[in-house]
């Protein structure tokens, strides 16, 4: 069974960073791409950053130019380093791997950490 866990969510003031960690583990094969989601209150879950195995990254509008998605293939792990963070960043952030086993590919989310920006 494959799972996913994130760290790094917390409470920082606007301006700040935080750094967030999802590292699946498991029966794992591959894994084709990494992504980060965000959902505030009363809001759907949306798209915030992705990155391909191969290295090409996409990122929403409201993360470009602040927000940067990296991976280290070999642990298994995406990141998402957040800087200039605003209060309208505030949600619960989730990671989300598409993953291949022996038996099975699919895509896994993990269990989502709070970010929240308030001074």
């Known amino acids: 069974q494959v799972q996913l866990v994130e760290s790094g969510g917390g409470l920082v003031q606007p301006g700040g960073s935080l750094r967030l960690s999802c590292a699946a583990s498991?029966?794992?094969?591959?894994?084709?791409?990494m992504a980060w989601y965000r959902q505030a209150p009363g809001k759907q879950r949306e798209l915030v950053a992705a990155?391909?195995?191969?290295?090409?990254?996409g990122y929403a509008d409201s993360a470009k130019g602040r927000f940067t998605i990296s991976s280290d293939n070999a642990k298994n792990t995406v990141y998402l380093q957040m800087d200039s963070l605003e209060p309208e960043d505030t949600a619960v952030y989730y990671c989300?791997?598409?993953?291949?086993?022996?038996?099975?590919?699919?895509?896994?989310w993990g269990q989502g950490t709070q970010v929240t920006v308030s001074s």
């Open positions: 498991g029966s794992i094969v591959g894994i084709n791409a």
């Open positions: 989300r791997m598409d993953i291949a086993t022996m038996t099975y590919r699919a895509p896994v």
């Open positions: 990155i391909t195995s191969g290295g090409s990254t």
